[in-house]
């Protein structure tokens, strides 16, 4: 017998069968969500030691000359055609004309092959062109967004026939056939295999001859663009009882092509997502009859629906929402560094007041870290990567990032943001920020059980090998691949905690950093941080075992942990990217300072709730000697990052670049911020005279010479346009409700009732 029969047979045989017992198997449906994405970053983060070099070595996310012409012409021109106010307030919906520009220049066939009468465009194309339109309208921007995202589109090239594809990508493509992709169903949210939505193989008549297709039955919501859609990607449940297709009764989630004037389908109804008008509705089938070739990708894909699913939700969690939480956070910086500056309170900016400043330097961190880890994510994409991971963190982090985004830019803008009407800039998009939060993964899930559940088995080097052997069915061929990829575990977990105790110890100082990197200490922090990170992941694994699903705390922290280190990744390779702009240094810092902080509380909180407390203890000893890190923005940083969005400059453009400011418009409410915050910075010399002078009156000061007759002009041409960006809307009461009259009369009658009960005089 040689060594390794020996340890396999003596020593990992009662292993293997002690974690057969605590390690659930692998469902069919989980190995689908598994094998649905690919590795990437995502791994390098699991070894407990990513090669930054790697990373800054990638190239960046680029626009070719063909799509920075359809940014430059096609968006801009698209982003002039929408009036925010009015599809919300009266319309609730998008224009004719927008519509119709959107089909001519094909907006809906962004991700199509030229081939097929699509643009071609890259991921990186398609996610500026959701960010730039969404920062005109979040409507515009979902309308634009789910037909290259979630929709037949995606996944007709994935996955269609020669022949499906012949026919719908050109319809796609021209916006002849609008597509919509039918999931949600009222008792299936999140767990998409509790649909009831079912499809049963049986003989039935098509276009007058009896055929073998699917009879369907189904009640979907929640649908975007399913009120205007022509066609529809059906998810169902297809079963086969009288076994016509030879593969048994259960077939599992099938997606479907389904023409939206198939007999037996219904829709145009509407649902109303927050008062935020992009076309949502429900979709019902009852006895819905079709053909086996409507099955996307035709019988060999029957049963395949999950992996669809999967595909589909990826590039909404890797693009669409980043993109639009992109434009969000941006515009939220860049409109709350505008006000703070116009906007006086004492006699001062209120972006002078420490208070304001605190959260405008998180507004600024935030715009600087989403579009960092969007580009980083797309470029990826462009590379042909497919990290189901890292979209999970991306959606959940970005739209949560967005959130307390738009909840910062409404603290500072106080009675500006919360009036509603055409001067309104923040209403509609801060309205929306729960919308982005609940679809494609509701927030909670993704954070609690996919960013860490999926990535410990789909990115750790050895756990998914060992799921697989302890999952297969020959237990002799299962024990041999459990005994390679177990004692590689072993290896890999000495290793780990190696690099965790001098990296600990050394308080981050000993750890691997790029060549010629400008920023070298931060990348041994987050070296440090990734050596903890992983040996705290394999003890929590070891301890825990499959009961870790259950642990949806401690599961959701060392999520937060892995999401930090991608992100902050993402951010010290822009800074890289753009050429290492000194004075972005100071957003750099920040955001490590703030990133370094969060990963320190979610540390504590997985070590301070582990179950097993000798594995925190010696997660402590080995990564945390001095205890864990928090650091925390000085009070100088803060203002520093306040200060960027406060007065023009080339860097307060580049953190908050392409975003739509009215051009187009006579009249746009964010048009005439940018103008007001440029005249009062140029004023600003002469807003000193008045106040070394003590005199607030302009004709007063114009009187005394304190201000020249030019200086006088200057200034009231200032508080003109200040004015203009405070003043907020009011409406006529019989606009607003059309019981205001019945008010009136109401009040007059009471008014006539208590006169006459007045007793005589």
Same mark, same amino acid.
């Given at each position: 017998m040689d060594l390794r029969t020996f340890r396999r047979d003596r020593i990992t045989a009662p292993i293997f069968n002690w974690a057969s017992r605590i390690m659930p198997p692998i469902s069919e449906t989980e190995r689908e969500a598994i094998d649905a994405g690919t590795v990437w970053w995502d791994g390098e983060l699991f070894t407990g030691n990513p090669d930054w070099n790697a990373l800054l070595t990638m190239p960046p996310a680029r626009l070719s000359a063909e799509e920075q012409a359809f940014m430059d012409n096609e968006v801009a021109e698209l982003c002039g055609l929408v009036d925010d106010w009015t599809l919300n307030w009266r319309d609730r919906d998008l224009a004719k004309s927008v519509w119709d520009h959107m089909r001519a220049k094909k907006f809906f066939g962004m991700i199509i092959p030229k081939k097929y009468g699509g643009l071609g465009f890259s991921n990186t194309a398609h996610?500026?062109?959701?960010?730039?339109?969404?920062?005109?309208?979040?409507?515009?921007?979902?309308t634009v967004m789910v037909p290259n995202s979630l929709g037949p589109g995606e996944l007709l090239m994935h996955f269609g026939t020669d022949e499906q594809r012949d026919y719908w990508l050109p319809r796609l493509a021209d916006g002849r056939e609008i597509p919509c992709f039918g999931l949600t169903s009222p008792d299936a949210g999140s767990d998409a295999a509790a649909m009831q939505d079912t499809g049963v193989v049986e003989y039935g008549t098509w276009k007058g001859r009896k055929v073998l297709g699917v009879r369907l039955n189904f009640h979907k919501r929640y649908i975007t663009l399913g009120p205007v859609a022509t066609v529809m990607g059906l998810a169902?449940?297809?079963?086969?009882?009288?076994?016509?297709?030879? *593969?048994?009764?259960?077939?599992?989630?099938?997606?479907?092509?389904?023409?939206?004037?198939t007999p037996g389908v219904s829709h145009g109804e509407r649902h109303i997502p927050l008062f935020t008008f992009f076309q949502n509705g429900p979709l019902y089938g009852k006895d819905v009859f079709v053909p086996l070739d409507h099955i996307l990708g035709g019988e060999a894909q029957i049963g395949q629906g999950w992996t669809m699913l999967m595909t589909a939700l990826a590039a909404g969690r890797s693009i669409s929402l980043p993109s639009q939480s992109a434009a969000s956070a941006a515009m939220?910086?860049?409109?709350?560094?505008? %006000?703070?500056?116009? *906007?006086?309170?004492?006699?001062?900016?209120?972006?002078?007041?420490?208070?304001?400043?605190?959260?405008?330097?998180?507004?600024?961190?935030?715009? %600087?870290?989403?579009?960092?880890?969007?580009r980083l994510t797309v470029a990826a994409l462009d590379e042909g990567h497919r990290p189901s991971v890292l979209s999970a963190i991306m959606k959940y982090h970005a739209t949560e990032r967005m959130r307390r985004s738009y909840t910062h830019a409404m603290d500072i803008h106080g009675g500006k943001g919360i009036i509603e009407g055409p001067r309104n800039y923040l209403a509609a998009g801060y309205r929306s920020v729960p919308i982005g939060i609940t679809v494609e993964g509701a927030n909670i899930l993704t954070r609690n059980l996919m960013i860490f559940g999926q990535g410990a088995v789909r990115s750790h080097p050895y756990m998914l090998k060992e799921m697989l052997a302890l999952s297969d069915e020959d237990t002799t061929r299962g024990l041999d691949a459990f005994d390679r990829a177990f004692w590689g575990h072993i290896g890999h977990a000495l290793k780990t905690a190696g690099r965790a105790f001098l990296r600990g110890w050394s308080g981050g100082r000993i750890g691997p950093a790029?060549?010629?990197?400008?920023?070298?200490?931060?990348?041994?922090?987050?070296? *440090?941080?990734?050596?903890?990170f992983a040996l705290t992941a394999d003890l929590a694994l070891l301890t825990l075992g499959g009961a870790l699903k259950r642990k949806e705390l401690i599961s959701a922290r060392l999520g937060d942990v892995l999401a930090e280190l991608y992100l902050l990744g993402a951010v010290l390779k822009r800074f890289e990217d753009e050429g290492r702009q000194a004075e972005d240094r100071p957003i750099v810092d920040y955001l490590m300072q703030q990133g370094e902080s969060r990963i320190g509380a979610a540390f504590k909180g997985v070590l301070d709730n582990l179950p097993a407390r000798w594995a925190a203890w010696l997660a402590r000893a080995i990564a945390f000697p001095f205890g864990v890190p928090e650091p925390v923005p000085s009070d100088r940083q803060i203002g520093k990052l306040a200060e960027i969005l406060m007065k023009p400059s080339a860097q307060r453009e580049r953190l908050a670049p392409d975003l739509y400011l009215g051009e187009g418009h006579a009249e746009h409410p964010i048009k005439d911020l940018e103008a007001a915050f440029a005249l009062v910075v140029e004023a600003a010399p002469i807003e000193k005279k008045l106040r070394e002078a003590r005199i607030d009156d302009l004709q007063e000061a114009r009187d005394k010479g304190v201000i020249s007759e030019g200086e006088f002009a200057r200034l009231t041409e200032v508080r003109t346009a200040v004015e203009k960006v405070v003043a907020v809307d009011a409406f006529p009461m019989d606009e607003i409700s059309p019981t205001a009259g019945q008010h009136r009369r109401t009040k007059r009658t009471g008014t006539r009732a208590r006169r006459q009960r007045q007793p005589a005089q």
């Open positions: 996610s500026e062109v959701v960010r730039t339109v969404s920062s005109a309208s979040v409507v515009a921007g979902v169902f449940k297809m079963r086969d009882p009288g076994n016509h297709l030879g *593969r048994g009764e259960e077939l599992g989630i099938t997606v479907a092509l389904l023409p939206m004037d939220s910086a860049r409109a709350s560094g505008a %006000y703070a500056r116009v *906007r006086t309170q004492f006699g001062v900016p209120i972006g002078l007041f420490e208070g304001v400043q605190e959260p405008l330097a998180e507004l600024a961190g935030n715009a %600087y870290l989403i579009d960092a880890a969007r790029p060549r010629n990197a400008a920023l070298p200490h931060h990348f041994k922090r987050l070296s *440090r941080h990734a050596a903890a």
